[in-house]
């Protein structure tokens, strides 16, 4: 009976160190898929926002781009209505001067924003530079108005 009794003990023993030897390449094959995909994770995250970095950039190029087209509007009117209302010769072409500067930065910055932008914004984007460019041609026989007629018509 004791012979059977350690041959079973044994048995136990070895069965006893089998499974624990499966539940350790278990445990220890989870916390290795664990790291995999933590590392992965964190890599996939950077990637995130590496592309959210470009993303923000690209917008506020655009944003700059397009801010300086709204001042520059903004100023171009302020100039034509000096202009207009200019008491001398030498004040209406220091207006006219800078009306004309600023229609050649307008210029340039729709260039510019031409090229920045984005596929849905082409569309409404080249309206406005055609309206802009409209506003600006109805101007040009205005800027050849003498003081009479700026005091008459404007």
């Known amino acids: 009976m004791s012979a059977t009794k350690t041959s079973l003990n044994l048995s136990q023993n070895s069965s006893y160190r089998q499974t624990r030897i ?9 916390l290795l898929l664990m790291v995999v995909l ?3 994770a964190i890599s996939s995250m950077y990637q995130i926002e590496l592309r959210e970095e470009m993303i923000r950039q ?23 209505r000096d202009f207009l209302l200019a008491s001398s ?7 006219k001067a800078q009306f004309l500067d600023k229609q050649h930065q307008i210029e340039a910055r729709l260039g510019e ?9 082409r569309e ?3 309206r406005f530079s055609e ?5 600006f041609t109805a101007m040009d026989p205005v800027l050849g108005w003498d003081a009479a007629a700026r005091h008459s018509r404007g």
Do not use: H, M
């Open 89 to 95: 010769d030498r004040a209406a072409a220091v207006s």
């Open 113 to 121: 924003y031409q090229k920045l932008a984005t596929a849905e914004a």
């Open 22 to 30: 499966f539940l350790f390449a278990g445990f220890g094959g989870l």
């Open 58 to 80: 690209e917008y506020l190029i655009r944003d700059r781009a397009l801010e300086s087209l709204r001042s520059n509007t903004y100023v171009s009117g302020t100039c034509i």
């Open 124 to 126: 409404p984007f080249a």
């Open 38 to 40: 933590g590392l992965s």
């Open 131 to 135: 309206e802009l460019r409209t506003w």
